[in-house]
């Protein structure tokens, strides 16, 4: 599990009431598959493969929150993931307990997402990526 310097920074200054629950949701998401990296961005902590997956969101809440940016278009069925939106779902934590009671189904929707979003092909191993402008 590769961890993000600037994502530990933002733990040590935010100090979310959630912080225990949350770096478990975290290492869950990054263990369920290697492509997965975190990353900062508009200021939240978000996961991605192929693009933007998932994003803590409300982190001064005493519980979890994570909006799953096009959650709609995960394939299976995963009884925790709500919402009606046409694009993005959520699935909430109340604590660190429910966070590792629903480990195998948050560890189910990120292997979903990046076998949804992986290139044409071998959907077991990674892609050597090139860099842009490379042939």
């Known amino acids: 599990m590769k961890i993000n310097g600037e994502v530990e920074q933002w733990f040590a200054n935010k100090k979310p009431p959630a912080e225990l629950a949350m770096r478990r949701a975290r290492e869950i998401i990054l263990r369920a598959d290697r492509r997965l990296a975190e990353y900062m961005k508009y200021g939240s902590v978000h ?11 409300q982190a001064d809440k005493k519980n979890v929150n994570l909006m799953f940016h096009r959650g709609a278009r995960i394939p299976g069925r995963f009884p925790h993931l709500e919402g009606t939106h046409p694009s993005a779902r959520f699935m909430r934590f109340a604590d660190l307990a429910e966070v590792d009671a629903r480990a195998a189904e948050l ?11 992986s290139p044409a092909g071998d959907k077991t191993k990674p892609k050597a990526s090139r860099p842009k402008g490379t042939r």
């Not at 996961?47 to 969101?57: H, I, K, L, P, W």
């Not at 560890?107 to 979003?117: D, E, K, Q």
Request: glycine share 14%; charged share 15%.
């Open 47 to 57: 996961f991605g493969y192929e693009g933007d997956f998932v994003t803590f969101v």
């Open 107 to 117: 560890s189910g929707v990120a292997r979903a997402w990046c076998a949804l979003v």
